[in-house]
């Protein structure tokens, strides 16, 4: 044979290689069939889930026992695509609407704006400090800030990248990402620095405290940083040889060692060495994967076609 030939197979080998683990997870019946975008677990028993059918219809429901019973909000709207939780535990969402979602569970209510905006991410420091990033066809994107106490809600940023996660670390220091793009605000949003990060379509974030936090993209990057989002190291590099495309869309981790990452096509990854090296996790459901949370004790993945799963790692 043609040591190029044995060479170019040989890469490929390589290449395809990734180790696999088999694992067990409960599947819930939510009573939606609809593509369930976010979730926010308060502790393993209080989760509340998000979503919908795109431009036509929001869903939203919470459980109270773990998911053994599901109960629906009464809200409008064209989706929800993203949810969060504040520092006094209160639980917003946000969606293809000019529209701020309150997740109270007793009495959920809605803050109109407008009529259409296309929020992708939100994340709160209180009810009157809330940021919400959006953006559409990868050239348009945009932070804005609302407050429910002063019942406003105005741009801070506006750019030529499609924004798609936010994080709050503090009232002042925040984190956002995009396409090709990563921003750290120090003032609370009224002014954006950029990171010198760029080479993906930025999907997600997550922080394990202040300082530690990771991120995927949508074409196989994962990063990490330790200073508070100022900089990020690639622990997966997409763009190396062997390496390759992954479609990441959501990213958690319950400890500095041990995450999963997931996205389409029903790709579920964990690491349990702070993300060097990657498992495979075999016999999950074959979706498109679009968040990942951890209550304390378990992980929850929702997903496309009402898939909402947990495993216990």
Not at 31 to 56: L, M
Not at 139 to 149: E, F, T
């Amino acid at each position: 044979m043609n040591k190029f030939y044995f060479s170019k197979i040989l890469l490929v080998l390589l290449f395809s290689c990734q180790k696999e683990l088999n694992v067990d997870f409960v599947e819930y019946q939510t009573g939606t069939v609809n593509d369930i975008n976010a979730i926010v677990c308060k502790n393993p028993e209080e989760i509340f889930i998000g979503g919908g059918v795109s431009w036509f219809h929001t869903d939203a429901l919470w459980t109270e026992d773990g998911g053994k019973s599901w109960s629906s909000m009464d809200l409008s709207g064209r989706s929800i695509q993203s949810m969060c939780c504040d520092v006094h535990d209160h639980i917003f969402a946000c969606g293809i609407d000019k529209k701020l979602y309150i997740m109270n569970s007793q009495k959920p209510e809605e803050l109109s704006f407008g009529d259409y905006i296309f929020f992708r991410a939100i994340d709160a420091w209180s009810p009157d400090n809330i940021l919400l990033a959006g953006g559409e066809s990868f050239r348009v994107g945009y932070i804005y800030k609302a407050s429910i106490l002063k019942d406003t809600l105005f741009e801070v940023l506006n750019t030529q990248r499609e924004m798609n996660s936010i994080h709050c670390i503090d009232s002042l220091n925040w984190v956002a990402s995009g396409f090709g793009i990563v921003l750290k605000t120090q003032n609370g949003g009224m002014n954006w620095d950029t990171i010198n990060i760029t080479g993906d379509h930025f999907r997600d974030m997550y922080f394990i405290n202040d300082s530690i936090g990771y991120m995927c993209g949508i074409g196989g990057d994962i990063l990490k940083t330790s200073n508070r989002g100022l900089a990020w190291r690639k622990l997966r590099d997409a763009q190396k040889l062997l390496v390759g495309f992954k479609p990441f869309r959501c990213i958690c981790f319950k400890n500095e060692m041990e995450g999963i990452v997931a996205g389409e096509s029903g790709i579920v990854w964990m690491t349990s060495d702070g993300g060097n090296n990657w498992v495979e996790l075999q016999n999950v459901p074959f979706v498109n994967y679009y968040d990942v949370q951890f209550d304390s004790e378990k992980y929850w993945l929702s997903g496309s076609g009402g898939t909402l799963i947990s495993i216990q790692l």
